[in-house]
């Protein structure tokens, strides 16, 4: 897993540059914060593999949770935190792939013991 959480709290430069500044444009504070989470998240996840010992990982799940509170220290202000969580199934190699040869075929066995094969 991966998890990362941070927080912002408006400044004159955010307030102004958010939605109620800019209307229908991108918040550049905003896209940062969210940015910088996932880029942690991912980190998070990558060192979770290494120390393992596997060769990567398949992500089953992400979910990324952005919610604003009144600041408690500064009365009228407003705090923003973004929360990114990255689960998956790390995964390794079963031979070694340096192998020039051909791999062995795989046998079939059948799972109903009535079952003959005729020759």
């Known amino acids: 897993m991966g998890i990362s959480v941070a927080g912002l709290h408006d400044t004159l430069v955010t ?8 209307g229908n ?18 980190s998070r996840l990558e060192q979770t593999v290494r120390e393992l010992g596997a060769d990567g990982v398949v992500l089953s799940a992400m979910t990324i949770h952005v919610r ?8 009228g202000g407003t705090d923003h ?9 790390a995964v390794a190699r079963f031979a070694d792939q340096r192998r020039t040869g051909r791999p062995p075929g795989i046998a079939v066995l059948p799972l ?4 003959r094969r005729e020759r």
């Open 68 to 75: 604003n509170n009144e600041c408690r220290a500064h009365p």
């Open 25 to 42: 444009a991108e918040a550049p504070a905003y896209t940062h914060l969210l940015t910088c989470v996932r880029q942690d998240a991912t």
């Open 112 to 115: 109903d013991p009535g079952h």
């Open 81 to 89: 935190f973004a929360e990114v969580v990255m689960a998956g199934t």
């Open 15 to 22: 307030a102004s540059s958010g939605p109620g500044g800019t």
